[in-house]
């Protein structure tokens, strides 16, 4: 799992090595300093290692090393750490003796720390970029059309590409994804023969799940369109094509009545200054008794994606703080019913999505190259990270209209019999409320 | 339950009779159709009927009628219902012929009607009322320090005057407030030998509970000097004075550390303006693995508590959005973990409350007046009706650390054994997450 970068198979021109200076030694100590003086090694490009002072004072060895192969690429660390550590990994000027995700959750701390030493209450100023649909389709191609055999190689077998729920460990992958559906079913009490509206399907799993498991009608919207192609494949296939409509259209189109919305794993694609229209929009599709579920990365504080994911792996995404989702409720007088925050259940799927990343890492070099491989790599061990530390969250919350009382008295209902459910069809009355 | 006034026990001024004109008619009609058309009769003081035309249409009858006994109160109702019809209701001047709290109830729903149909997203202007200490004193002195024998004729065995949780109907009131701090403290996951720090203490009955039954010691602090002096006599009288101590003082004033901070039914009296500040407050109490629970009446959408209620019942008092919560914890990195609204526990806890307190009414009206009794079975029908019909909203918050693990993974563990804990003391153990 950790990098094993050959720098010989990359694109990046050849580096000036050289002799090391008291100046170097002065960059990378502040580098250090400013990072938190976190339990990591610094190798330069001589060999010469250096460590942060609570590293050398501390009884603990460091976590892992940072080798650092210019004194080109150690100013470029220094003048942009969050957009330049990913770009200079990429290109394969960064390593890392370790382990990846190690040394990055060891960084985390790191900097959290000093951000609270110094009190900053990590109040970012807000990014401004188009939140328009034509700029969320474009967006949303650069990521999730890169091609359904990709995601094959690494995703679950339905190819969920959303936080799993490890309710009964240990459990497979594949396990705590059908968990995770039956979870968001049991939250929404679905009913034989509701209807529900879906916005952003993925590759049409939970969709498929709560007509086959729950007897429930569904439209789904999506706009990644081999998505979209691969779902109405597989509802023609599971013979559903009745119960299950993929349409590719952009949340902002959605019109028409539902008894339940859900959405997983879409709100962090819409910006924030969108949130009162996807609210205006769901109010008009709910009626008296209507509920909904929103499954979302999420952060504590509100603050934008780091620059070097934004630019590369997720163009135009945003999580939400809880005080922002409250935008998509409040105004239309939804009652928020229940919150959960699942982030350690997302440290744990992007472990086993790590792991087979790995496994297939030559197969993804072979359909991509060697720099697409470690930028993913980063990415996904950078996301274990994140959720590990606490940097980010997944929140689950459930609503309703403000004057249903057509709602749960407790949630008595979804940890009764959990694991019945998933096996057997149809029994969907159990998930009622009391 | 209906309220059954004598008007000739008031001291309100004799009132004028006389012949109803058209416009009389007209002004009831108005009225009417500004409260969104209510099933609801109005009888007049010469005892003339008029209903709603949707009432008159309608094959269901009126829920109840409305009696007002003069053209002065007619035009106050008016002027500014919000305020007078409280009023007025005090004064014997309007009453009501059938169940209060259903007319209550029929009343919240047209008027939240109406509101939706004009498109109101009930974004009332901020009331802004002094939220010093000394302002905090005053108020809850005015509510809370009424006596305690008044609150023993209506409350459960232990004094809660907070919102029970009725997890296994039918239950008693006494055995659903046991079920509520059980709820609390499994969603603290408190230890034996914890430190917690409460801040808003009622009578005491969480804090013994939680020292008596979870092994905690307890420093807990109110500003509402009988409730203080009845706690610290309880107490003394469990032998749980090593472990629970009661401060008569402000939460402004907390200091010292805590693994677990809680707050049952303070946050109402706290302006947000002041959440901020209250947030600083949890922030230098709570460790790395420190957590906390915030239980308060909430709002879907903010705006201010209705006037009467302010003025004549809980003066300074403000249910939040969960907007205006997030302003607790997202300043300081805190992680919120698990949202719970529980509103339609609360209108039965409340349905409870009514029912004893009419049983009482006699006793009361010797302790104070009438006009105290049909202000309180005012405030305590129309919570009812607020709760019931989604006005008002009762959320459990636990947050704890951004950067700590020591989180649970599933919140199973509040619905596994739910009963036998509370039976059975020194068994927090089986509370802990997997």
Known sequence: MPAVATRSEMSAP??????????DRWLVRHMLR????????????????????????????????????????????????ELHFGEEWSDGHVDIEGDLTEVLCELNRSLESTARRRNHPWRWPRLRRPGSAQAARHNIHHHYDLGNDFYRLWLDEQLLYTCAYFDQPP?????????KMDHVCRKLRLQPGERVIEAGSGWGALALHMARRYGVTVRSYNIAHEQVVESQRLAHKAGLTSQVEFIEDDWRNITGSCDAFVSVGMLEHVRPENYPHLGRMIDGCL???????????????????????????????????????????????????????????????????????????????DMFDERFVRMWRLYL?????????????????VFARGASNDVPWTRSH?????????????????????
Not at 14 to 23: D, E
Not at 34 to 62: F, I, K, Y
Not at 417 to 434: F, I, K, N, P
């Open 14 to 23: 050849a580096v000036p090595t050289g002799k090391i200076t008291w100046l």
């Open 34 to 81: 400013l990072a938190g003086q976190p339990r990591l090694a610094v190798e330069l490009w001589n060999g010469e290692r250096l460590t942060a002072s609570s590293a050398r004072n501390d009884s603990t060895a460091p976590v892992g090393t940072v080798q650092i192969d210019s004194r080109r690429c150690l100013l470029r660390l220094l003048t942009d750490p």
């Open 171 to 179: 459990m497979s992958l594949e396990a705590a994804q059908i968990a």
């Open 287 to 365: 009626p008296r008794h209507g509920r909904g579920l929103i499954h979302t990365i999420g952060l504590n504080t509100p603050r934008p994606l780091d620059r070097w994911t934004e630019r590369y792996i997720f163009p135009g995404a945003q999580p939400p703080a809880l005080s922002q989702m409250t935008e998509l409720f409040e105004p239309y007088g939804f009652s928020i019913l229940d919150v959960e925050n699942l982030r350690l259940h997302y440290a744990e799927t992007l472990r086993h999505w790590l792991a087979r990343f790995e496994q297939s890492a030559d197969r993804i070099r």
């Open 381 to 397: 061990a950078a996301s274990v990270a994140t959720f590990e530390t606490g940097w980010l969250q997944l929140f689950q919350v």
């Open 414 to 434: 979804l940890y009764a019999d959990a694991r019945r459910l998933s096996s057997t069809a149809g029994e969907s009355q159990s998930v009622r409320s009391q």
